[in-house]
Structures are given as C-alpha cells and as structure tokens.
C-alpha cells in the first residue's frame, strides 16, 4: 500500500470535508461563537484578585449576563466592569468565593433572579453544582487548559463548526449533541423540551446579548418559554432559610472589610414574573433580602423608566432594552452615590 | 498534557520541528526530547516532576551501584532502595488517603471512636506507570537481564519519554533506551503511519469513548436507583466499550507519536475483546502491565515451579494486587479477584474438561470470555459496592420493575459499537492492523483516514482527560 498517496487522499477529503461542513453551518445561520465556559469566567474571575475599590463586579444569573451590557456601563461610569454572571445558577457560590478568597474590597452588584437566588445551598443541585464547578476550575485549573483556553479562541471566534459550549443546548452542532436529536421511540418520558441558544458572547470579557432572532421569531421565542414553563413546574421549592443564612454570613465579612454590597433586580415579564409572584413574592423574599442584608438595591418594578420593558422569551432582556437598562441603571446609581465614576469625581 | 488537546497540537509540531532539524546533534535532540517530556508533564502541576527527578535519580544511581558491586548483600540494598523510594512514593500518593479510611475503620470496629482528617493528597499523574517503568530496570539490571544505561541523559529520557509518560505503554529498559543509543529518524512510511496511529487513537478516546459511550456508562454508574436489566446491561456494556477505547486509543497515540519520532513502541493491546478464555484475554489486554506482573510478580511468588496450590495462590495475589494498582479502593481489589478466579477456573478446566477449540465454537467462547469480563467491569466503574450489588442484581434478575433511564436510541447507539467492536476484535485476533492496511487501496485508507478525521472534528472533543491518568 503506498502511504503517501492514501495521507495525500486523506488530506484533501478532511480539508474539503471541513470546509463542506463549515459552509453548511454557515448557510443554516450559524455564526462564529465564543463559548461561556469555565475558561473563559475564570479569567474574570482572576482580575478580582488585583481589583481596586473603585471597581464594580457584577454577580448572578443570566439575568445579569443579559441585562447588564458592559460598553453601555462604562460609558456611563468611566469604568468596565468585570462580569461574573453564570447562567442558571446561583450567585451566592461566587460571592462566597470572593469573600472567603480575595481581599477585593470594592462595589459587588449581586443580581438576584428569586428562582435561582433562593434555590438551593445543596452542593450537588444544579443552580449551586454549576457556578461552584467554575469557582473550582478557577482555583484549580492548569497551565495547559489556560493554553488550551488560549488556543481555541481563535478558533471559536473564526469557526461557526466550533460550537459545542459546555451548556449542552440543543442546536449545538457538536456529535453528541446531533446524536440526542435522534429520537426512537418512547421508552422513558420526555423530559425538558429542547433548549435552544438564545444569546451571544460579543466580547471576550463576557458581554452577552440576546439575539435578534429571539426578538423577532416569537415561534422561536416561546421555545425558550416552554423551557421556563417547564422549569417553573418541576423546580423543587426555594430554600429561603439556608440560601438567606449562608448568604448573610458573607455579607457580614464583606461588609466588615469595607466592600460595597448593591443587591439589584433585573426584568422580568409576562409568565415568569407572574410565576415569581405566585412561589417567590416579593415581600417575603426580596424586601426581606434588602431589609436583612441592609444595604442598597434597586428592583426593576420601583423605577417608572423600567416599567414599559418587556422580555421576548418572559426572563430576558432584548440587547436594545439591556443597553437601556444599563445605562438608566448606572445613572440611578451614581446619582444615589451607591457607586462613582473615577473620571468625574 | 492531553492528546487530544491543541496545546498538544502545538507542542507536537514544536518538538517535531527541533527534532528533524538538521542544526542539532543526537545528544542536543535526546535533550530536547528529555525537556519536552518536562514541559509535557509539569504544564499539568510543575512541582510534581520532582517526584520524576527523584525517581530518575534513585533508580539511576541504585542501578549503577548494583551493576558495579560485587558483594550480593550491597546489591540487595541499592534494589532495596530503588524498591522502597518508587513503592513509597507510590504507597504514600496512592494509598495514603484509602490505608488512613481503612485504618479508621478498623479501629472503630473495635469501639474506639477515632476519626482522621483526610489527607487530600493530589495523585501525581501517571504515578503508576513511571514508577514501575523504573523500578523494571533496577530490577532488570539487578537480575542481569539488562545492561546500565550507558548515559545518564538515555536513562533520564527512558524514564520520562513524553509519548508513554503518563499512560504507559510500560516499556521495559532493554526495548527502549537502546534505541536512543543511535540517531533515529521516522521514515516516511513511518512517519505517515505514526500519524495515522496518532489519528485513530484519538478518534478512540474523542469520539468512541467519550462521545458515543460515556455519557450512558456514566449516567448508569451514576443512578442510585434500582435500574431496569436492560439500562444496567446497556451502561455496562457502554463502560465496557469506553475503558477499552479510552486506553487503546491513548497506547495507540502513544505508539502512534514515537514512530512519528522514529521509535519503536510495544504494542499494548490485541484485540482483547476477540480473546477465548482470560489467559488469552491477559495476553491482549494491558499486556505491558499484565508481562510486568508476570514478572516481577507472579514469577517470583513462586509462578508454576512449586505445584499447582502455590500457582494459585500466586496467580491470586498477582491478580488483587494488579486490581489494587488500578486504584485505591476494594471495587478494585474485587476487580483483579475476580480474574484471578476465572483464570484459576480456566486452568482446572484445561485440567479436567479438555476440549478442541474450533472455529465453530471458538466466537461462542470468546462472547463468553466477553460476558464474564463485563461483570468485572461493574466492580471496576462502580464507586461503591452498594453500586455495584445494585447493577449486578439488575443485571441478573433483569429487573422489568426497574427503573429506565436510557432512552431506546442511547441502548441502540451502545449495541451497535459493542457488537461491531465484538466482531472486529474477533475477525483481527489473529492479524493486525499494519498487515491489514498492506492489502488495502490507498483510496480507502485515504477516505477512512479523513471520515475518522472529520468525526473527530465534529465531535469537539471537551479534552476529557483519558481514564487511565488516574491509576
């Protein structure tokens, strides 16, 4: 068998395979990607570590991934933020970390999305398991996943093929995820309906954005509501007395350090706001919260300008209505003095 | 560092660059290689590689010392030395953390409350391998089986060669330093065949492995649920198809890499799911570690010389204590029980019931033989006991009440690679890949070359670390 000839063979099928697949993706609408994963936060995650106290980092759920638009605050407040939003999870793993492992002693804006704030402390539920998976890779992770980290950002940011994330979505592109689209019978029951990506990282220090298509498509839109629905129903009940304690214990030492807690409430509409005041009401658990942390927040529903917005998919907001958001935010704020703008003061 | 990773990519093509440069010496690339194979090692926990120094040093000097003293008592203390270092690093970084729970537990069984705070100590990545790798040598040099290394730099690269560092293959002192004696260069057919090793290895571990079967095996392993027969058959299985391809394909790469060097790797495994009976199965599968416990093992605990009760004890020991080298738990001790008891039942029945193998009812054994290895790999996946009784009592009594948790495309998926994998390792028990691959078409390499290639790069691999790094 003549070896060269088959690696010759070989090379230009692969090429021309890759290319053909690159192409096909590209013409179903896919687009280059960078994926949020642990990677990714953690490198966020390691400015905190020499942050001064005139900085703002911001903590949460996807709420604040999607409603806090970083070019619009630091426009308004002369200063980029570092985000440290997960997606489905709760803030308190990550406000921990940074309490118990850093000295920053500057603004903590902790977003918090009742659903997944008040969930849960066990360590294996999945709002608790996912950011506390990103604290430990952050402590934990080697130089060669920084490189590997490294090198495929390139890759992520020029190939649409690429988009496999560690959030296992349903039009993920990836083998895995093509197989589970196969569907043979009924043995088990369907479980979560099929969750499909409804945002986009636009910059490196994870400014997320909601997609046009999540705006436009309202068919597209109620599959991701379908998902909340879904979500909603099979929830186990907030543990409001163990998220509360383990999160005003850090509190305390944060505050005992001199750093600067804002509690902050991002939008919600519709079928999730109704959902939220049914299990979640605000009294009981937000008024609580701020009475109890004692320091300043700010709830979407107490400022007229935040009133008119709506979320396409009931949980999120548009890019167009985040950077609003953001800038009508970072206005309240320095006008209260919860934070400064290094330029003007 | 991973093979299935891009700093992997990027490190390959740097090292292979310095290698076929035509600037260096032999000696200035041994260098090279030896400080790649650093760089390979330490990008994962850099102050552990002075546990490779140490070992490198140790089993340098003890074996110079042996193969320069002539009074046996001094000879017997460098082996015991070599002996006591590389067990101790072993015994302290592997079995710390399971002696201290097994010593609490044992303590509190008499009453006595005590509890110890775990250690915590982190497993330096392929412990296990290296430190047998080196203590072969000593050993080897102390028996007069092997010459000394005729430089320190030819032993400092046997022990710490990138391509096998951490997985192994185990490579015996006489196959691999000898080859560093000379300058060695791939060649071409070399080198396009190390890449295509390198190719199908990581095609085993990506996409077989960890695309198409862990994720069943883990969500089996990982229920704490009574599971319905066929889940807990379908996760075994799956478990079954991924250690075999997750290993092969990291020796597959790791022979794939040294012949892109120009050096010659052992092959690792045979086939092993083709094997009829376990003495065959032992032979296929692992077969570095499996002769290195022949070795220096089961040989000198007496082997075949003192009777038939002596034999199997020994083969039992060897077998428990290469199920305790796998891991730190008695899941594991289980495991290598288990096949000290079918090899021991294969003996008696060669002794007793002889019968002709035929081609005819040669598949129908080695499905058996394949049975009887998934049931140990319920012992060796399972974290626990209870787990493992669970999925056993599953498996058994098939349990229609049980609950499912695979739905029907995932049991479809896992018994089309399981038997497809069956029938492969049955049809090319008795050839090769190599010999095979002679009487094909380029064309069709050249296509089933890029198909594997293409599954690899839709795949997206997550650089899921190969499951061998942690024994």
């Known amino acids: ?345 | 560092m991973l093979f299935n990773s891009l700093s992997f990519i990027v490190f390959l093509v740097i090292v292979l660059g310095f290698y076929y440069s035509t600037y260096f010496t032999w000696i200035s690339k041994k260098r090279m290689l030896l400080l790649a194979s650093y760089v390979f090692y330490g990008l994962w926990n850099p102050p552990l590689i002075l546990l490779l120094w140490i070992s490198t040093v140790v089993d340098w000097t003890a074996s110079k010392r042996i193969a320069n003293a002539k009074d046996k008592s001094r000879r017997k203390l460098w082996l015991l030395l070599s002996l006591v270092v590389n067990l101790g690093f072993l015994g302290f970084f592997k079995y710390g953390d399971f002696v201290l729970e097994n010593f609490v537990a044992l303590v509190n069984s008499f009453g006595i409350a005590y509890t110890a705070r775990p250690m915590d100590i982190i497993l330096p990545m392929g412990i296990s391998f290296y430190t047998f790798q080196t203590m072969s040598y000593t050993i080897d040099i102390y028996k007069r089986k092997a010459k000394p290394s005729k430089t320190f730099l030819d032993f400092a690269l046997y022990v710490t060669f990138f391509p096998q560092l951490v997985a192994g293959p185990i490579v015996r002192a006489k196959d691999l330093i000898t080859q560093f004696y000379k300058e060695k260069r791939a060649t071409s057919d070399q080198f396009i065949w190390g890449v295509f090793l390198l190719t199908i290895g990581v095609f085993q571990k990506v996409v077989l492995a960890d695309t198409l079967l862990s994720g069943v095996a883990d969500d089996v392993f990982g229920s704490s649920e009574l599971l319905h027969g066929v889940d807990a058959w379908t996760g075994t299985l799956a478990f079954s198809g991924q250690i075999f391809f997750d290993f092969a394909g990291y020796s597959t790469c790791a022979i794939g890499i040294a012949l892109m060097l120009g050096i010659t790797l052992p092959d690792n495994f045979r086939y092993p799911y083709g094997s009829i009976g376990f003495s065959d199965f032992w032979k296929r599968w692992h077969i570095s570690l499996s002769s290195w416990l022949r070795d220096y093992l089961y040989i000198p605990l007496g082997g075949n010389r003192y009777g038939i009760t002596r034999m199997y004890v020994a083969l039992m020991l060897t077998m428990l204590l290469g199920g305790l080298w796998h891991g730190a738990a008695w899941t594991f001790m289980v495991w290598g029980g288990l096949h000290g008891a079918y090899l021991i039942l294969e003996k008696l029945q060669k002794q007793y019931l002889p019968f002709q193998i035929t081609k005819w009812n040669g598949v129908f054994l080695a499905f058996i033989t394949f049975s009887c290895v998934n049931i140990t790999w319920v012992f060796f996946r399972a974290r626990s006991f209870d787990t493992a009784w669970q999925l056993l009592k599953s498996m058994f009594y098939l349990q229609p009440n049980g609950l499912k948790i695979l739905d029907s495309f995932s049991i479809i998926k896992v018994c089309v690679v399981i038997i497809v994998l069956f029938l492969c390792h049955w049809m090319m028990r008795n050839t090769s890949l190599k010999t095979l691959s002679k009487k094909a078409s380029p064309w069709v390499i050249g296509v089933f070359w890029a198909v594997l290639f293409l599954l690899i790069v839709i795949a997206q691999g997550s650089g899921e670390q190969f499951i061998y790094f942690q024994f």
């Open chain 1, 1 to 345: 068998m003549n070896l060269k000839k088959a690696f010759c063979i070989a090379l230009i099928t692969a090429v021309v395979g890759v290319v053909g697949w690159e192409l096909y993706w590209r013409s179903q609408g896919y687009i280059p990607t960078i994926d949020d994963n642990k990677a990714l936060w953690a490198i966020q995650r390691d400015r905190v570590d020499t942050l001064d106290t005139d900085a703002v980092v911001f903590l949460g759920s996807s709420r604040t991934l999607y409603g806090i638009q970083l070019d619009t605050w630091e426009k308004e407040t002369g200063k980029r933020p570092v985000q440290l939003a997960n997606v489905g999870s709760s803030p308190l793993p990550v406000f921990h970390d940074i309490v118990a492992n850093t000295n920053y002693s500057g603004t903590v804006v902790v977003g918090v999305a009742p659903g997944l704030f008040f969930s849960t402390t066990y360590p294996k539920a999945q709002p608790w398991a996912w950011p506390q998976a990103r604290v430990d890779h952050h402590k934990n992770r080697t130089y060669v996943q920084r490189l590997n980290h490294q090198l495929s950002l390139p890759l992520q940011q020029h190939l649409a093929l690429m988009s496999a994330g560690e959030e296992a979505l349903d039009d993920n592109i990836d083998l895995k995820t093509l197989l589970k689209q196969i569907k043979v019978g009924n043995r088990i029951p369907e479980g979560m309906p099929p969750f499909y990506k409804f945002g986009r990282m636009t910059t490196l220090d994870r400014n997320l954005q909601m997609t046009d298509r999540t705006v436009t498509d309202t068919a597209f839109a109620h599959t991701i509501t379908k998902v909340w629905e879904f979500i909603g129903k099979t929830s186990p009940a907030p543990d409001k007395a163990a998220t509360m304690a383990f999160f005003l214990k850090d509190v305390k030492a944060f505050k005992a350090r001199g750093g600067h807690l804002i509690l902050m409430r991002c939008p919600s509409t519709y079928g999730v706001r109704a959902g939220e005041n049914f299990m979640l009401p605000r009294q009981d658990y937000w008024d609580d919260l701020v009475e109890q942390s004692d320091v300043m927040a700010y709830h979407f529903e107490d400022y007229p300008q935040f009133k008119d917005l709506k979320c396409p998919e009931w949980s999120h907001l548009s890019a167009e209505d985040a950077h609003f958001f953001t800038a009508e935010l970072a206005k309240l704020m320095l006008a209260d003095k919860a934070i400064i703008n290094p330029q003007t003061n």
